[in-house]
């Protein structure tokens, strides 16, 4: 089976809605936070200093040498209760968060909404690791038990730690197709667009390179540009697999991304016509009913003045 970004299917396939800002002030400061005077707040939970802004929490992880420890959170969550009990009091948690700034986010603000879009979730309670760069290290969602989320998190860190070390070790000229495309895909999948484009690139023209490792990279390359804010780019690289995939598959695969490009211009017309020509030209495609759907939305978004 050909590899499908998932970004793509998922991006092409969502209901149309204006994007969030890339870095939303929070209204407030989050109610399970309380405010401080100064650049931080006293000793919380885990016994360590919790940020009280991601702002902070970011800086903070920079000049240390730290990881992000987010912590998602919302009004009458019952879970969200139960999960603080149970890791807050243990010595585990204080272990955990000795490499890491906390901070903690109310899931339904503008920022919790935005960060939550970011990296693919959308229930509370929920913890995120990431590098001061935005990175991916570890993703929870929901919370099962106090052995688990260790088990877990512990694992996670602990894994992402040995393949950075191979990353860094890596020089991208030197890779093969395979090498290249896997990591590129790696990191695009833990929200770090600007690393994984050099190695989709190298994917694209290493020695050896298969038409189809050649076309897998093209693919999520598109992807990559489009999340990064290079929609001209992403609708270049997608045209060009279009025009040139010998691939039944892969050709829907991104005439569907293409006409999902515009909505990231605001320019929902634009994208009503190329959903409705997808229509006209595959009338049979299994995304068929989803694609009536869409059209129906962007309809009545295009009719409002």
Known sequence: MSFVPSAILVAALAVPAPAPSPNPVPETTPASVPPASGAAMAVGPGNVVWAVS?????????????????????????NCKRMDSLLYPAFDFEALL???????????SPE?????????????????????QGRLVFLMEGFFNQPDF??????????????????????????SAQQAFDTGKELYGRSDPEAALPRLKRAMTAPGASAKQREDALELIAAVELDSGNPAGSRKTIEQLIATTKDKQRRERAELFRAQIPLAENRPAD????????????????????????IARLQERVAKP
């Open 150 to 175: 260790f088990r877990n998190a512990n694992a996670g860190i602990e894994g992402y730690r040995k393949w950075a070390k191979q990353l860094e070790a890596q020089d991208v000229s030197k890779l």
């Open 98 to 108: 000795a490499s890491t700034i906390p901070v903690k986010i109310d899931i339904e």
């Open 54 to 78: 991601t702002d902070e929490a970011h800086d903070r992880a920079a000049r240390e040498g730290k990881f992000v420890f987010f912590e998602f959170t919302k009004a009458e969550c019952g």
């Open 271 to 294: 994208a009503l016509a190329l959903f409705q020509k997808f229509q006209r030209d595959h009338p049979t495609s299994p995304h068929l009913e989803r694609v009536r759907q869409l």
């Open 112 to 132: 919790g909404k935005a960060i939550a879009a970011r990296y693919s979730f959308d229930k509370a309670p929920a913890v995120l690791i990431t590098t001061p």
